[in-house]
């Protein structure tokens, strides 16, 4: 583990002197290179070929869903949709440790956390497409899981309640994971989440996804930083910085850190360095502000291509594995891009019947109005 | 000077002001190189430098705040939220200093500071993406909240906003930013903030609106002037405070009123309209107030957004309606 910041680096003395009170380090950790290669023995655990090839098919088949979405964008049948491209890890790495019994209240960026969780493809294209049922996750072990938030930060006060409860209801072995965007930590409501989740000792993960760019801002518009992993020392806890490309980084370090919150020993945050390799949405032309060359190079150290020659020396991988795991993966997106496709819009009194538990009576004439006016009536 | 459409005549007004007044800053998301989501500041950056079109971290809570304090020193910042979906996290700036800093200094800080935000759904896009919250603001005294429904006034309204010795809320009706086209003179002539726009004169009913309902409603117009109905249209432009006299003048003449209104149906701007004529102009009214407006529910989502929408048929039944009432 290298050290990526600490304290005082940057700052001067203000004054005049005076004793030393406190010092903080921000660690790094990394164990698989651009080239595949080790840079550090990963937990043992991590090394298991099922899993790891697991990991690579879900990377894999994120991938091909978000050049799918841009595709059904570009053709008039998807709304705006944040791509996932080069974040892959950070996504399928912190969902993967994950136990039924966890929480995970996503960010908006999160398709991938979202898949690896559970979530239907088609549920995530629903959502995109506008469509409310996007985020009524049918997966019974999801029961408890937020839906996307587009209000950034507004996440994680919530994360720290559903934390809170698990906390005063002494639930052992459940804990909350969350995330955020580099521009997301410049809310509010981030700074509001590590205070009160120091504070109160909260089984809770926070991820940060800093992949470099906040729409058109890089990250150095929101922060003065070194890290953003260090804001973690505001709240009185620990932060740590991750490759966000090394898939062995991001789940080694959600999985202690969510060990951790289980155990009643409280919360961590996790700044995972990576890239945003798409623009920011599907509407949005990076190419205005991005600068090439450093697209290239974050093209050169993405998550992807280091897992596959990971795979391949070991021999877990080969070419025939890979194309019957490209064929699988493209009848799976087939089918539920079909399936998004091809839901029948709800019916016209839906956006009255999930408003409150029971209808109340002012809204009986509008909810029979838009009935009527669906109908071709018109007669309200 | 080629036509303008209404985004386009925002840019240009935000330039003739930051050209004559140094103490002008803009400060937004997004705002500055890029120009903003909409390219409202497309070439201010460039054109007027890092320190007056600056670029904010994510936080609208700052962005917000950090307006109050620079207008405290007199400064004129120009705020973008980049969607009313957004204004929250900066609710509290507004409601707690924006609106009452003069009040509450008894007129020693003064803060003339423009927030400006786009607004308004019909585009398709994601939630928050769509909202329109304007009585939200419209509730709040000490707030002027301020709606343009055409290039010409969008810029003459924004200088004025600009110019304006206290806070304004300037929301910008997106569905409409490049759906007409203009000639806008750049003449820095600033429109009066406290005035209705009565934009075609008529005989039988008002027909009151503003931002991109003004569209549906002057389709209406042109449809019922078909069938011989005489409308007048009222742009209201204005929200907060209402110019009252005008709407009354007009429903004093024909009568009759109709108000459009994309918000949700209770407790909005048009509620608020109904009520000053119930109050200033009952004698006159032949038939009872009607108001068009979205439902009392959360905007849905983009696939079935257009069942929400006030439509021209739904304003023309409604003319119908109050044409018939006797
Ligand atoms: C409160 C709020 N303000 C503004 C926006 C508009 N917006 C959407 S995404 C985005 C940038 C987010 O950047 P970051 O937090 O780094 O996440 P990323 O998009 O990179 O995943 C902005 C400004 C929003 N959704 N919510
Ligand atoms: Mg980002």
């Given at each position: 583990m290298a050290t990526a910041a600490r304290g005082g680096r940057k700052a001067r003395p203000a004054g005049t002197g005076g004793e030393l009170v406190a010092r903080f380090e921000v660690r790094y950790l990394r164990f698989l290179d651009e080239r595949g290669e080790w840079v550090a023995e990963p937990p043992a655990e991590l090394l298991d070929p099922e899993l790891q090839l697991r990991n690579y098919r879900d990377m894999l088949l994120l991938r091909r869903f978000d050049h799918k979405v841009l595709m059904l964008h570009r053709t008039g049948r998807m709304g705006t949709y944040p791509g996932t491209m080069g974040q892959e890890a950070v996504g399928v790495g912190m969902a993967r440790p994950l136990t039924e019994r966890d929480v995970l209240v996503p960010y908006y960026r999160s398709a991938t956390d979202l898949y690896v969780r559970g979530a239907a493809l088609h549920e995530i294209l629903l959502y995109w497409m506008g469509d409310e049922r996007g985020s009524d996750f049918k997966a019974p072990h999801m029961k408890h899981d937020f839906p996307i938030p587009i209000c950034i930060g507004s996440q994680l006060p919530q994360a720290a309640g559903v934390a809170t409860a698990i906390k005063l209801r002494g639930e052992q072995g459940r804990a909350v994971l969350t995330a955020v965007g580099d521009g997301g930590t410049s809310q509010g409501d981030f700074y509001e989440t590590l205070n009160v989740a120091g504070a109160w000792n909260l089984p809770l993960v926070i991820v940060i996804n800093n992949n470099r760019w906040a729409l058109t801002e890089p990250t150095c518009a929101q922060t003065a930083c070194q890290t953003l992993a260090q804001k973690a020392v505001a709240g009185g806890f620990e932060g740590i910085q991750v490759d966000g490309n090394d898939i062995f980084a991001v789940q080694a370090a959600v999985a202690a850190a969510l060990d951790k919150a289980r155990r009643g020993q409280g919360p961590t945050l996790i700044e995972a360095l990576t890239y945003r390799l798409c623009a920011h949405t599907t509407i949005d032309n990076a190419a205005r502000y991005v600068p090439k060359e450093e697209l290239e190079a974050a093209n050169a150290a993405e998550p992807l291509v280091r897992l596959r020659r990971w795979l391949q020396n070991q021999g877990i991988l080969d070419d025939r594995l890979e194309a019957k795991l490209e064929n699988e993966i493209k009848d799976e997106i087939e089918q539920e891009v079909e399936l998004a496709l091809n839901?029948?819009?709800?019916?016209?009194e839906a956006m009255f019947d999930y408003l409150y538990a029971e209808l109340p009576e002012k809204l009986w004439p509008q909810r029979a109005e838009v009935i009527a006016r669906e109908r071709g009536t018109g007669d309200a | 000077m080629p036509e303008l459409t209404l985004v386009e005549a925002v840019n240009l007004a935000l330039a003739h002001e930051l050209a004559r007044d140094p103490e002008v800053v803009l400060l937004g998301q997004d705002i500055g190189k890029a120009g903003g989501v909409f390219r409202a500041t497309d070439g201010l950056w460039q054109r007027f430098g890092a320190e007056r079109v600056i670029d904010t971290p994510l936080a609208e809570s700052t962005i917000v705040g950090v307006s109050v304090g620079m207008a405290a020193q007199g400064m004129r910042p120009v705020a973008e939220i980049q969607f009313m979906g957004f204004i929250f996290p900066a609710f509290n700036q507004i409601a707690t200093a924006v609106a009452r800093m003069r009040n509450r200094t008894r007129g020693r800080i003064t803060l003339p500071l423009v927030i400006r935000m786009p607004f308004g759904g019909g585009i398709h896009a994601p939630e928050h993406h769509s909202e329109s919250t304007e009585a939200l603001l419209a509730h709040l005294p000490g707030l002027k909240v301020v709606i343009p429904s055409t290039p010409a006034r969008a810029y003459g309204l924004l200088l004025a906003a600009i110019r304006d010795p206290d806070p304004v809320i300037f929301l910008e009706p997106k569905r409409i930013y490049r759906q007409q086209r203009e000639y806008v003179e750049d003449d820095g002539e600033a429109y009066p903030l406290e005035a209705c726009f009565v934009e075609r004169e008529g005989s039988d009913v008002t027909l009151v609106s503003w931002g991109a309902m003004m569209k549906e409603t002057r389709e209406a117009a042109e449809r019922l002037a078909q069938d011989g109905i005489s409308c007048e249209v009222i742009d209201v432009v204005t929200v907060a405070p209402l110019d009252v006299a005008t709407l009354v003048e007009s429903v004093q003449k024909t009568g009759r009123c109709v108000v459009v209104q994309e918000a949700p149906r209770s407790g909005g701007v048009a509620s608020e309209i109904a009520a000053e004529l119930a109050e200033k102009a009952i004698l006159s009214l032949i038939a009872p107030i009607e108001r068009v407006t979205g439902y009392d529910t959360i905007m849905p989502y983009p696939r079935t957004e257009h069942r929400y929408m006030p439509t021209v048929s739904r304003i023309v039944e409604a003319v119908q309606r109050v044409m018939e009432f006797h």
């Open positions: 839901t029948p819009l709800p019916p016209p | -």
